[in-house]
T-cell receptor, first 113, second 115 residues
Framework: AQSVAQPEDQVNVAEGNPLTVKCTYSVSGNPYLFWYVQYPNRGLQFLLKYITGDNLVKGSYGFEAEFNKSQTSFHLKKPSALVSDSALYFCAVRDTGNTPLVFGKGTRLSVIA | DTGVSQDPRHKITKRGQNVTFRCDPISEHNRLYWYRQTLGQGPEFLTYFQNEAQLEKSRLLSDRFSAERPKGSFSTLEIQRTEQGDSAMYLC?????????????FGPGTRLLVL
């Protein structure tokens, strides 16, 4: 069975500092990994995904994520946080079949001015 | 706007009533998914369609839940005899492509409150 863990419920970072939101996963085969962001009372907005190839994936709004197969991790990163990045971030995984996404519980990012 | 749309955005109902939600996917997306999100949790898969065929249903989808996508375009999710535990955000997503090319794009959700 597939699963995703986001070990931090909340991450606080000062504006301008780098941010990292952690994600680890478990799948039986090769994973497809995704990050989504959710603003209050809104649906999920796609940020980026890892399929194969380069372990560093670049996405929207300056976000990137690093795939680490040995550690089964897919951490979301941004070099310089903005107050407007404050939101709920979800990591998701599916295996290489056409299967639904399995989401983590989410990490609330708070960027303080 | 050519994104996924959902209607209504909010629904308050009394326990025991039936409710129906609608999802309009991105044009020409052949797959449509329904998820449920409760407070403090990530979205959980309910069911999905490829064109008009319902291909998979989660164990979360009790007999009181039914979903349709009659013409392979919009979809409806009906909950009969609602219970307080049905209170949640119901999210719809659509996609196209296969394997790694598939990315699901989500609508704004329908927030259901059962009193």
């Amino acid at each position: 069975a597939q699963s995703v863990a986001q070990p931090e419920d909340q991450v606080n970072v000062a504006e301008g500092n780098p941010l990292t939101v952690k994600c680890t996963y478990s799948v039986s085969g090769n994973p497809y990994l995704f990050w989504y962001v959710q603003y209050p009372n809104r649906g999920l907005q796609f940020l980026l995904k890892y399929i194969t190839g380069d372990n560093l994936v670049k996405g929207s709004y300056g976000f990137e994520a690093e795939f680490n197969k040995s550690q089964t991790s897919f951490h979301l990163k941004k070099p310089s946080a903005l107050v407007s990045d404050s939101a709920l971030y979800f990591c998701a995984v599916r295996d290489t079949g056409n299967t639904p996404l399995v989401f983590g519980k989410g990490t609330r990012l708070s960027v303080i001015a | 706007d050519t994104g996924v749309s959902q209607d209504p955005r909010h629904k308050i109902t009394k326990r025991g009533q039936n409710v129906t939600f609608r999802c309009d996917p991105i044009s020409e997306h052949n797959r449509l998914y329904w998820y449920r999100q409760t407070l403090g949790q990530g979205p959980e898969f309910l069911t999905y369609f490829q064109n008009e065929a319902q291909l998979e249903k989660s164990r979360l989808l009790s007999d009181r839940f039914s979903a349709e996508r009659p013409k392979g375009s919009f979809s409806t999710l009906e909950i009969q005899r609602t219970e307080q535990g049905d209170s949640a955000m119901y999210l719809c997503a659509s996609s196209t492509g296969t394997g790694g090319l598939e990315t699901q794009y989500f609508g704004p959700g329908t927030r259901l409150l059962v009193l």
